[in-house]
């Protein structure tokens, strides 16, 4: 089995620098753009996919459906693999939220959910539970999984190991995606297409204050 685990393509709010979190908001024309010129490239490779899985939230489904031609009603909804719960944090930008929202990209293990905000362990467990669920499909199957900027890096992080204050080192851009298999009865990642041109969090000036 192989599965592309692609973040959605870019949004307004990605281009402001606000918390989108549970926000059911659509691509913007640069955030399609980005969906058709990876689409080609993944023509261009002759991959087909098996079956097509997103994120509930209209910007994940948008783009898996420019993605792969398929109907928005015919793509499986992963609740699992939604985004961060940033509860009343959402729709602020970022650079206004001073240190914890700092922590949240440099020290996850600092970071301090609000009240109504989902944490970073319960993120975690939710994603994790989704890839070991996965490891159990049919060996096979190709699928596309389009998610989000937090649920993405957790994946990554899951499935490659170290601690959890490393997740945003890496960094993933809009339409960026990595490609995992299971190798002896695990998930790995075999590669790695992360698209730092498209990149809009974090912030490096505001993270380096």
Request: with cysteine; glycine share 8%.
């Amino acid at each position: 089995m192989e599965l592309y685990i692609m973040r959605h393509g870019q949004t307004a709010d990605n281009k402001k620098h606000l918390l989108q979190g549970r926000k059911n908001i659509p691509l913007s024309e640069e955030g399609i753009e980005q969906a058709m010129k990876a689409k080609a490239e993944i023509d261009a490779e002759g991959i087909v996919f098996d079956r097509v899985c997103a994120s509930p939230l209209r910007r994940a489904m948008q783009t898996a459906a420019l993605i792969t031609g398929v109907d928005e009603s015919d793509i499986e909804p992963i609740e699992e693999i939604i985004e961060y719960d940033f509860g009343p944090l959402e729709g602020k930008r970022v650079e206004d939220l001073g240190p914890n929202m700092r922590a949240f990209f440099m020290d996850p293990e600092a970071y301090i959910a609000p009240e109504g905000a989902e944490t970073y362990d319960e993120m975690f467990e939710r994603v994790e539970g989704y890839l070991k669920r996965m490891e159990q499909e049919d060996p096979d199957e190709k699928i596309l999984v389009v998610a989000h900027g937090g649920t993405l890096h957790a994946m990554y992080q899951l499935l490659v190991g170290g601690p959890m204050k490393e997740m945003w080192e890496t960094t993933i851009g809009n339409c960026g995606y990595f490609i995992a298999s299971v190798v002896d009865g695990k998930l790995s990642v075999t590669s790695t297409h992360f698209k730092e041109e498209n990149k809009t969090l974090p912030l490096d000036s505001f993270l380096k204050k």
